[in-house]
């Protein structure tokens, strides 16, 4: 089963300062939650977004789990060369009702990391092969990609960020449910709005969403 949890708000601490640990902290950015990075040494990309205050950094090399109670984490992520050590912070982390994550060991992990094609962080379509090829989802999110952005267009896209907007708008105006929905579907089918967005007149189109919620009966 995918899932994707919501993190905003929350403590997220990741162990370890390479690749892999980058790899971990830039799908972690789009979540809005509190990134600690964990480690002795970190790699340049990780020193420049503790730079520029997108994350948090502790040096220290990591030998024992005494680190879930300092910091009482909702999510560890480890992604050290010691196999032990990981396998440790996963055990004890569990033992604390801390969601774990272990690079080189996701089968004993409370997740899967999916491979995700992303489409500006409006639309998410995960590769899933439950851990056992991490590989093979990577070269799958590859070809699909391509095959995506055919299909996937940048009105629509467009058309999702009003959707959003008028959704949040929508809620204090139209108290059931199903005529939210309604109105939302009038937003997809109207053909003004589909030709400003078409033009690239997004600030138009939004504002003739908002004039058709306005009247909205």
Not at 7 to 29: C, F, H, T, Y
Not at 61 to 79: A, C, E, G
Not at 157 to 164: G, L, R, V
Not at 170 to 175: D, S
């Amino acid at each position: 089963m995918i899932v994707n949890l919501n993190l905003q708000g929350k403590v997220v601490i990741v162990i370890g300062g390479g690749n892999e640990a980058l790899k971990r902290i830039n799908s972690l950015l789009k979540e809005e939650c509190q990134i600690i990075v964990i480690s002795n040494t970190i790699n340049n990309q990780i020193k420049n977004l503790i730079k520029n205050k997108k994350i948090k950094f502790k040096k220290q090399n990591v030998q024992d789990t005494s680190i879930l109670s300092i910091h009482k984490p909702y999510m560890v992520i480890t992604t050290t060369n010691d196999k032990k050590l990981n396998q440790k912070i996963i055990n004890d982390a569990k033992s604390k009702k801390i969601i774990a994550y272990s690079s080189d060991n996701p089968e004993l992990s409370d997740f899967s990391n999916p491979a995700i094609i992303d489409f500006e962080n409006l639309i998410q379509i995960a590769i899933f092969t439950g851990g056992k090829s991490p590989a093979m989802a990577k070269k799958l999110r590859i070809e699909s990609e391509r095959v995506f952005k055919k299909l996937i267009t940048k009105e629509e896209i467009s058309q999702m960020k009003i959707q959003n907007i008028v959704r949040e708008i929508a809620k204090n105006k139209i108290a059931k449910q199903n005529e939210r929905k309604n109105y939302l579907n009038s937003i997809m089918s109207n053909k003004e709005i589909k030709q400003l967005i078409k033009e690239g007149q997004l600030k138009k189109a939004e504002n003739q969403a908002r004039s058709i919620l306005r009247n909205w009966k």
